[in-house]
Nanobody, 121 residues
Framework: QVQLVASGGGLVQPGGSLRLSCAAS????????MNWYRQAPGKERELVAT???????NYADSVKGRFTISRDNAKNTVYLHMNSLKPEDTAVYYC???????????????WGLGTQVTVSS
């Protein structure tokens, strides 16, 4: 079983910064792509950023140039550095990853519980 624990959310003023972390633990043989999603009240879930095992990244247009996704493969941890935050960035942020619990199992997608980010003055 793989568990994801996200942290780093909170209340920040517009223009401020936050860094989200998400650590995976449990039975992990290999990790492939890692993602951050977000969901604001009354809105659909949005894929914010993706990073592959080789370090290639992709971002939603709404966060390009402001957010940076990174990962520490040794720690099975993914980060989201958020700068120049706007009120419209307010949402619950979820980390996800695709992993294999063992060499004998197929790839599976795992989700964390989410962390709240509120951007407000």
């Amino acid at each position: 079983q793989v568990q994801l624990v996200a942290s780093g959310g909170g209340l920040v003023q517009p223009g401020g910064s936050l860094r989200l972390s998400c650590a995976a633990s449990g039975s992990i043989f290999s990790v492939n792509v890692m993602n951050w999603y977000r969901q604001a009240p009354g809105k659909e879930r949005e894929l914010v950023a993706t990073i592959t095992s080789s370090g290639s990244t992709n971002y939603a247009d709404s966060v390009k140039g402001r957010f940076t996704i990174s990962r520490d493969n040794a720690k099975n941890t993914v980060y989201l550095h958020m700068n120049s935050l706007k009120p419209e960035d307010t949402a619950v942020y979820y980390c996800t990853l695709r992993a294999r619990p063992s060499s004998l199992t197929s790839w599976r997608d795992y989700w964390g519980l989410g962390t709240q980010v509120t951007v407000s003055s």
